[in-house]
């Protein structure tokens, strides 16, 4: 089955530090660019980072900026998202998902995974 | 940023049924525009892509269409399944934004 697959959500306090991770089973990622996107209980979908193939552009939401780093390791098809100083309202479930690219410049997520709940609470 | 406003925020149907929803932006983007299909515990979906481009496997009565600041998603002979959460998305500007998303409901 193609899917990506999310993993290390918990309960964490504020302040503290915490790493998602997303691999790919059944389609490779090596080649796309890979976006996290998050959605806070009760509210919808927000954007949060992106970042290149070879990992060497990344693009973050301003309330992350700073404190998110995205990463990827293209041998493992994987992704990761590291989260300092965590804050309440970064309390969410936690996507990843594949951007694709048309020769126009157009993109669009797909596929997603099935997500991550991150709790940033004392 | 670029806001994304869709409305309804939400809307009861019956099967059967034809839908429109509509989403607004707060400037042009040309056509970078996504539908996103999402049900609870679920991974959200993607419909349409580019404004009108129907994403391989999903069903015909689903169309997307609209230019500038407006867009829609229209949904013919509703099916069970179909009940969810859509949010439209621009993929043009960084950040990405989504709209606040329409809830159809069962009648």
């Known amino acids: 089955e193609v899917q990506l697959v999310e993993s290390g959500g918990t309960l964490v306090q504020p302040g503290k530090s915490l790493r998602l991770s997303c691999a790919g089973s059944?389609?490779?990622?090596?080649?796309?660019?890979m976006t996290w996107v998050r959605q806070a209980p009760g509210k919808g979908l927000e954007w949060v980072a992106n970042?290149?193939?070879?990992?060497?552009?990344?693009n973050y939401l301003d309330s992350v900026k700073g404190r998110f780093t995205m990463s990827r390791d293209n041998a493992k098809n994987s992704l990761y998202l590291d989260m300092n100083n965590l804050r309440a309202e970064d309390t969410a479930v936690y996507y990843c998902?594949?951007?694709?690219?048309?020769?126009?410049?157009?993109?669009?997520?797909?596929?997603w995974g099935q997500g991550t709940l991150v709790t940033v609470s004392s | 940023d670029i806001q994304m406003t869709q409305f309804p925020s939400s809307l009861s149907a019956s099967v059967g049924d034809r839908v429109t929803l509509t989403c607004r932006a707060s400037?042009?983007?040309?056509?970078?525009l996504n539908w996103y299909q999402h049900k609870p515990g679920k991974a959200p979906k993607l419909l349409i892509y580019?404004?009108?481009s129907l994403q391989a496997g999903v069903p015909s009565r689903f169309s997307g269409s609209g230019s500038g600041t407006d867009f829609t998603l229209t949904i013919s002979n509703l099916q069970p399944e179909d009940f969810a959460t859509y949010y439209c998305?621009?993929?043009?500007?960084?950040?990405?934004?989504f709209g606040q998303g329409t809830r159809l409901e069962i009648k």
């Open positions: 998902a594949r951007q694709a690219v048309s020769v126009r410049g157009i993109n669009w997520f797909d596929p």
């Open positions: 059944g389609l490779s990622i090596q080649s796309f660019w």
């Open positions: 970042i290149n193939p070879d990992g060497s552009e990344e």
């Open positions: 400037r042009t983007f040309g056509g970078y």
């Open positions: 580019s404004a009108s």
């Open positions: 998305q621009q993929s043009y500007f960084i950040p990405y934004t």
